[in-house]
């Protein structure tokens, strides 16, 4: 009788560890993000984060931004931008043009190792404006450190 417990709480326990590993990195659709109040950007993307300070779209953009990161992206990246160690810690990238160029790459590209996507295109699902308000509000927490 104990073999038999043992075996169906093995297996129970194996299935919960599957399910948690599907839904670490499901496919997930990015939602929605409000931008009303931003500067509009149009198609083309710009080079450098425009709502960076000392523009006057700074603060709007992250309050946005926050709600946007906590709404797709910390769940990889961590809650307040601080990775847990998924993926990478964003507050590590240069509030410059350097950093908005690898920024900007990823949110664009993706990015997808060995076939496996470990982030989606996220410019596929949400505007240029809400992208860069993202990127606003990471480098907002990483003035904090």
């Avoid at 779209?57 to 992206?73: L, T």
């Avoid at 998924?86 to 990015?111: F, H, M």
């Avoid at 505007?127 to 003035?143: K, P």
Wanted: hydrophobic share 35%; aromatic share 8%; net charge negative.
């Amino acid at each position: 009788m104990n073999n038999k417990i043992a075996r169906r709480t093995l297996f129970a326990a194996g299935l919960l560890g599957f399910a948690g590993l599907a839904l670490a990195h499901g496919d997930v659709t990015p939602q929605k993000v409000e931008t009303k109040g931003l500067t509009p950007l149009g198609e083309e993307w710009v080079d450098e984060n425009p709502y960076r300070a000392p523009s006057e779209d700074h603060d709007k953009a992250v309050e946005i931004g926050s709600s946007a990161y906590n709404q797709n992206c910390a769940r990889c990246h961590g809650l307040e931008a601080i990775s847990g160690g998924i993926a990478p810690d964003l507050r590590e990238l240069e509030a410059s043009y350097d950093g908005d160029e690898w920024y900007k790459e990823r949110v664009i590209n993706g990015a997808v190792r060995d076939g496996a996507v470990y982030m989606p295109r996220m410019a596929d699902y949400l505007s240029q404006e809400a992208l860069w308000a993202i990127r606003t509000y990471i480098e907002s927490e990483a003035a904090k450190r």
